[in-house]
């Protein structure tokens, strides 16, 4: 087929929660029955009305399909899973007579209903975002629903748009599905690639019929190393896919984008295909070397996409050098376009909007929109050569240099204090001789707590709301929160827990709460972007070297101890956490970034040992989600990783028992990290998993406390007290019942508190109902 021209700048994909999350609040509002679904569906309308008129104003062009149709409800893996049938059998109930799911049900395989749980939830490749995981079996009965995708197309053709719809690709959709639980020994989801290419096909001869130009299929799974699937096969995979898709009749032009990294040699592969446009990420990855003849021609053939603009991160960045970087791509192929490295989903909107950051600060940084104006000055320098764009290049280079001499960027007595670090700072005394020291904490068998924090009410956020505006003082704002953390501690005792938290009503996010109290950092006002579902945070700014001027979190963890015989836990963020959750400087390496941050840290953990507390958590729940996505980069990253952990926690004495907290994500690629962290304790997700990490941990010989989760916190379900103790059995028989902890799969703060008090009382009674059989057994 002749494919209409690609246009010259685009993007991958562009926020989709609204300015001002008008999208979560309309999705909670439908979920608590507040509106019906028309009144959802006009509010989403709006938004990707606004979206598209927004991109034009900053550039993109309306009828040459440069702005993307990626709007989501929920999440663009469970779109392609509604758009293409896979919907798991305990569901089907939800579909109608044609087999089609409408929005109702989609959110109900999101979030769970019943006994029925939702689709498990992990992190989108080395990002913070979350997807919901498809579940593929041999039976699943692809078909195409293109209903949501060909609407979309309709709606901007009516506005006078011609767009581009984006979809998951089809290797990457099945590369990122798990195995039924009924399936045969051997599975694999990518098996069933034949089955589902058909349906593909179908999809986008729906959207040609609809008006649709080109279409967007992502395809990240092609640059990562770390899914767990032969490279071999995903080679194959990807010809087998676009061979037959290129060579259908009925479709828009095809331009697979490959974010998060290199193509590597997956490029050949995908080279050789039909497809008429490719894009490459190089911010992440690299420019093409020595490619074979063959490749060669076929993408002199084709469109390719030159990710230039980093769509990860928020810094203004070096123009001049993506400019070059676009440019040299024309060695391969004369016809050459501009775009974000990834979608600009993980990235707020519009840093003018952020009238509170320090003027200097804002010069130095770029959100979504801002982006966008970057694209298309860098697609106009491409049409029309570099001198149109000079002053535009110009302007960011010298951003970096002022950025570079700013005072705060470097602080020489950070770097002496890191320069002096030997070995035994990362070493704490050895296990066994702690678990001694620990004894007098007087534990019983399966000890439960929890991860950390308890529901943030509404009471609670108006408060934080009444504190920023000045209408409330700090004296009133903090008794308000002395008599939350009693509250909570109270709660606790009655529901029979064994080591308690202070539920943490005083921090706004686990991350921006250190962030406020700690050198070298910046918070916004607006900066939100989506994590999963309606759920979005906003990310601290890490911008220059880290220190801690005072102690942090004592006064709340003392008053919380003093309230309870029991233990109650110090909650600390741990460093790569830190790091993973806002958006960190990118003129020097993570690790000298996380290690400043540790240290930071330690402090913190030796002024807690002081005031008296027995307990301490750090918590990593990003420590996967880091991983680099090439197997040659991930020594250095765990190296890093582990070590910035082991600084923050080696100054601790053998008495204090400290843990540490891992979720979502795919643990068995960083067991061996996870050991080397050294925590007396470690929680980690595994109730949406039915308890699969306990298998890795038992096969890694895992030896120190460990919490496989019981309650899955993302979804509103109350686990039964039958279910927690199925789970727990599982648990017991690949952990010894001496080393078990007990804990939901994460913090509270997200649920109410009728569920939360519902969920940890069932938890409370399965743990003493297994306890029981645990000391029978071993009597």
Request: charged fraction near 25%.
């Amino acid at each position: 087929m002749t494919a209409p021209a690609f246009p010259t700048g685009t993007i991958l994909g562009y926020p989709r929660i609204g300015r001002r999350r008008e999208l979560k609040h309309a999705v909670e509002a439908f979920w608590a029955g507040r509106i019906d679904a028309a009144e959802l569906e006009r509010t989403a309308a709006g938004l990707r009305a606004a979206t598209r008129e927004r991109l034009a104003e900053l550039g993109l062009g309306r009828t040459d399909s440069a702005i993307p149709e990626s709007f989501s409800y929920y999440d663009q893996v469970l779109d392609a899973a509604v758009a293409v049938g896979a919907v798991p059998t305990r569901f089907e109930r939800l579909l109608d007579a044609d087999g089609r799911l409408d929005l109702a049900g989609t959110f109900t395989v999101a979030r769970g209903e019943g006994a029925d749980a939702p689709l498990e939830m992990t992190k989108w490749f080395d990002s913070n975002y979350h997807y919901l995981v498809p579940e593929i079996g041999p039976d699943t009965a692809f078909a195409a629903h293109a209903d949501a995708l060909v609407a979309q197309v309709r709606e901007a053709r009516e506005a006078g748009f011609v767009t581009r719809p984006v979809l998951v690709g089809p290797v990457t959709f099945l590369l990122l599905a798990k195995a039924t639980d009924d399936a045969p020994e051997g599975f694999r989801p990518l098996d069933r690639l034949a089955e589902l290419v058909p349906v593909y096909r179908a999809l986008l001869a729906a959207l040609a019929a609809a008006g649709a130009e080109w279409v967007q299929l992502d395809e990240p799974g092609l640059v990562s190393e770390s899914l767990d699937e032969p490279r071999e096969r995903v080679l194959e995979a990807v010809a087998e896919a676009y061979d037959a898709l290129g060579a259908a009749d009925a479709r828009p032009a095809i331009f697979v984008a490959a974010p998060y990294g290199d193509l590597a040699d997956a490029l050949p592969a995908l080279a050789a295909t039909p497809v008429e446009a490719i894009g490459f990420d190089l911010v992440r990855g690299d420019l093409p070397e020595q490619l074979d003849p063959v490749t060669e021609e076929a993408l002199a053939a084709k469109t390719l996409v030159a990710g230039v603009v980093d769509g990860h991160n928020i810094w203004r960045g070096d123009l001049e050098h993506a400019f070059a970087r676009a440019e040299a791509l024309r060695s391969f192929s004369g016809s050459v376009a501009v775009s974000t490295s990834t979608s600009l989903l993980h990235v707020p909107h519009d840093v003018d909007e952020e009238s509170a950051l320090d003027a200097r600060l804002v010069s130095w940084l770029a959100f979504a929109d801002q982006k966008v104006a970057q694209v298309a000055a860098l697609a106009r320098g491409l049409a029309e050569g570099r001198d149109a764009v000079a002053a535009d290049l110009d302007a960011a280079s010298a951003a970096l240099a002022d950025r570079a001499a700013a005072p705060g960027v470097r602080v020489p007595a950070v770097r002496d204090r890191l320069a002096a670090l030997d070995a035994g700072a990362f070493a704490r005394a050895a296990y066994d001789d702690r678990v001694a020291a620990q004894e007098d904490l007087a534990l019983p068998a399966l000890p439960t707590t929890t991860i950390g924090s308890f529901p943030q009410t509404a009471d609670i956020r108006r408060a934080r709301a009444r504190l920023v505006k000045g209408e409330l003082t700090d004296a009133a704002y903090r008794e308000l929160m002395r008599e939350e953390i009693a509250r909570v501690i109270r709660l606790q005792e009655d529901l029979g827990l064994d080591v308690l938290v202070h539920g943490e009503p005083e921090r706004n996010d686990m991350v921006q709460y250190f962030a406020e109290l700690l050198d070298g950092f910046a918070v916004t006002q607006h900066g939100w972007v989506q994590s999963y579902g309606s759920r979005c945070t906003r990310p601290s700014i890490l911008w220059g070297d880290v220190s801690r001027p005072a102690p942090m979190t004592v006064e709340w963890s003392t008053y919380a101890q003093s309230l309870s015989e029991k233990p109650v836990k110090g909650m600390l963020t741990g460093p790569v956490t830190i790091l993973a959750w806002s958006f960190v400087r990118d003129d020097q390496p993570l690790g000298d970034t996380a290690r400043q941050v540790a240290l930071a840290l330690r402090d913190e953990i030796g002024d807690l040992e002081q005031a008296g507390i027995r307990v301490i958590q750090v918590d990593e729940p990003a420590l996967r989600e880091l991983l680099p996505l090439k197997r040659a980069d991930q020594p250095a990253y765990l190296e890093w990783s582990v070590g910035s952990f082991r600084l923050a926690t080696g100054g601790a004495s053998p008495a204090t028992q400290v843990h540490t907290h891992l979720c979502y994500s795919e643990f068995g690629v960083v067991i061996d990290a996870i050991r080397e962290l050294d925590a007396d304790v470690t929680s980690i997700e595994a109730a949406r998993s039915r308890m699969e990490v306990v298998g890795d941990l038992a096969a890694s010989g895992f030896d120190h406390g460990v919490g496989p989760g019981v309650y899955d916190i993302h979804s509103p379900r109350v686990p039964s007290v039958e279910e927690v103790r199925s789970l727990l059995e599982r648990a017991v028989d690949g952990v010894p019942a001496g080393r078990l902890w007990v804990n939901p799969d994460c913090g509270l703060k997200t649920r109410g508190y009728d569920e939360t008090v519902a969920s940890l009382s069932n938890i409370v009674e399965a743990t003493r109902s297994v306890r029981e059989g645990v000391a029978v057994a071993t009597a």
